[in-house]
């Protein structure tokens, strides 16, 4: 399976690279080691991905358009990674792209593995709420990493994917993303995309973590379900623009390769800074429930561990882990 993959994306190079020329059927089998037969084949298979392909006889082949529809190939064709997304599973419908991560990582998916799905039919949030995904209009996808790091370590990994998608977010014009703590990333106070982190551990030793994200591209005003239509926006609705979902999910694997081995190389510090950086509401009051108290304080930024730090006026500082946030505060 693996070589067929890379023969297919070594193949759409070739005929990307040659631009609007066309390569021979002989030249691309001398290049690729594999028949003249089987290159044919795997224009069927690239059409059937969505790519146009003129064969012209006896000159040669080459892509007339590229593909637009999310698939394995498509997605992994112009992905700038070393090891996120060499596998790929992508799926038109499931019920959660996690519970598929999960199935696929307790049958031995290799660090890396990406799960990514058109629609889901039960998307969920932390604690079993609904996460609406709508077909073809969002990234609804799962990543599934196996990092030689203690389980109490894992809350960071979801403020580094969250750091990551931030800056693919923030690279655009007009877009000022902010990270809500833990998990959420605003634009305009409205929460665009969520992450969900999983894991599944011994007592001092990940075997994986699932980390499913939700990003709402495409969404018209019409297309966000009433229950959440004031809290929730999409890249569409906030710029006017149809965007390549294609594009943003390769720019997020890319950005989360990145951020992961820094992460691993160099601590939690410099993915920490940057979270801060995008961080909803850091140095004003907000307000919270601890048991049956309720409490202000200034939210100062994130500890080490991943918790909330808040400083008290009488300048005593406190790490929260959960608690009932009240965001807003005058
Ligand atoms: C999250 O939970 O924000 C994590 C969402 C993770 C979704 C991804 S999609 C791929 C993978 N497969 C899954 O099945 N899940 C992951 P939480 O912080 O609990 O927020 C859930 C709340 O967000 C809901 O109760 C709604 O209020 C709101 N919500 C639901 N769908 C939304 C959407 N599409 N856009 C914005 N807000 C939404």
Do not use: C
């Amino acid at each position: 399976m693996v070589t067929i993959e890379s023969t297919r994306s070594k193949l759409i190079k070739l005929l990307a690279d040659a631009k609007e020329s066309y390569i021979s059927g002989q030249q691309l089998s001398e290049q690729l080691h594999i028949s003249r037969t089987a290159i044919w084949k795997h224009m069927k298979e690239l059409e059937k991905d969505g790519y146009v392909i003129e064969a012209k006889p006896k000159t040669g082949y080459r892509i007339k358009h590229f593909s637009e529809n999310v698939s394995a190939n498509t997605l992994k064709w112009g992905l700038n990674t070393s090891w996120l997304g060499k596998e790929i599973i992508h799926k038109s419908t499931v019920s959660s792209t996690q519970l598929v991560a999960h199935e696929a990582a307790r049958t031995n998916a290799a660090h890396g593995t990406v799960i990514i799905a058109d629609e889901q039919s039960s998307g969920r949030g932390r604690m079993d709420r609904v996460w609406h995904s709508k077909k073809g209009k969002g990234i609804w996808m799962s990543v599934i990493l196996r990092p030689e790091i203690p389980p109490y370590m894992a809350p960071q990994l979801t403020l580094m994917t969250a750091t990551a998608i931030a800056d693919v977010l923030d690279q655009y014009d007009g877009i000022n993303p902010k990270i809500k703590w833990p998990n959420d990333i605003l634009i305009e106070n409205k929460k665009v995309a969520g992450i969900l982190t999983e894991m599944q551990a011994e007592q001092d030793r990940i075997q994986y973590v699932v980390i499913g994200m939700g990003l709402n591209v495409n969404q018209a005003d019409n297309e966000l379900p009433d229950a959440i239509h004031y809290r929730a926006t999409s890249l569409r609705k906030e710029t006017a623009n149809e965007w390549q979902i294609i594009t943003l999910v390769q720019q997020i694997l890319q950005a989360m390769e990145a951020q992961y081995d820094t992460f691993l190389k160099r601590g939690f510090s410099e993915i920490k800074t940057k979270w801060e950086s995008y961080g909803f509401r850091i140095g004003e009051k907000i307000s919270y429930h601890q048991g049956r108290e309720n409490k202000q304080a200034i939210f100062s930024g994130i500890a080490a561990d991943g918790a909330l730090l808040v400083e008290l006026a009488n300048g005593n500082k406190e790490k929260i882990y959960s608690a009932e946030i009240d965001w807003f505060v005058e």
